[in-house]
């Protein structure tokens, strides 16, 4: 069974103290591992997806990297505005769906 | 323009209603799903539709059914409420079944049953 956990659970950082989130996961074959924001009262929004180990994907303070076993979600000197639950999400090669973590709370203080 | 569009935001009932949910996307996606967001912040998978027809259908009471009359929508009806159905309640979409597509989300529906 395809399982996906988070740590930490909760962050507090203050603004410009850069750190990194984890997301360690067990699937069988993986074809993609999925990066999610989500902000109180919404849906969550789509950030990066990588395919293989050895990926890395960039967008502004934020920066995904993949290995056989687990991801990792840098954020360099981030914002307020970057404060928010990010979710890792995986979908193996024989599984039907996306398996989600329970997520990491991230609150970056002024 | 809202790509999936979910209604109602918020939806309070009491014990053995019925009460559905409706979900359009306008992104021309071929797939659609419905994932429950219990308090614990879990997303789990509970349906999902191909090109209308239902592919997946998680171990969810038959009290859920789900219905798709066309491709950009897929609505959800509750029958028999109970207090442990309250939760939230999203709907997604995806590019094609089966490919790394992402989801897309709406902003989900919270659900209070009394």
């Known amino acids: 069974e395809d399982q996906v956990t988070q740590s930490p659970e909760a962050l507090r950082l203050q603004e410009g103290e850069s750190s990194s989130l984890n997301c360690s996961y067990t699937?069988?074959?993986?074809?993609?591992l999925f990066w999610y924001r989500q902000d109180p009262g919404k849906g969550p929004e789509f950030l990066f997806t990588?395919?293989?180990a050895g990926e890395e994907k960039e967008k502004e303070r934020l920066k995904a990297t993949l290995t056989k076993k687990e991801s990792f979600l840098h954020i360099t000197a981030p914002k307020p505005e970057d404060s928010a639950t990010y979710l890792c999400a995986v979908l193996g090669n024989y599984g039907q769906n996306f398996v989600f973590g329970p997520g990491t709370r991230l609150s970056v203080l002024p | 323009d809202t790509a999936v569009s979910q209604t109602p935001k918020y939806l309070v009932t009491q014990m053995g209603n019925d009460k559905s949910i409706k979900c359009e996307q306008n992104l021309g996606h071929d797939t659609m799903y419905w994932y429950k967001q219990d308090s614990k912040k879990f997303l789990k998978i509970m349906f999902s539709?191909?090109?209308?027809?239902?592919?997946i259908n998680e171990t969810v009471p038959n009290r859920f059914s789900p219905k798709s009359p066309d491709k950009a929508h897929l609505n959800l009806h509750i029958n028999s409420l109970e207090l442990g159905d309250s939760a939230v309640y999203f709907c997604?979409?995806?590019?094609?079944?089966?490919?790394?597509?992402?989801?897309?989300f709406g902003n989900g529906t919270r659900l209070t049953v009394t």
């Open positions: 997604a979409s995806s590019l094609e079944w089966g490919f790394n597509s992402p989801l897309h």
């Open positions: 539709y191909n090109n209308k027809e239902l592919i």
């Open positions: 699937v069988s074959g993986l074809r993609g």
């Open positions: 990588l395919y293989s």
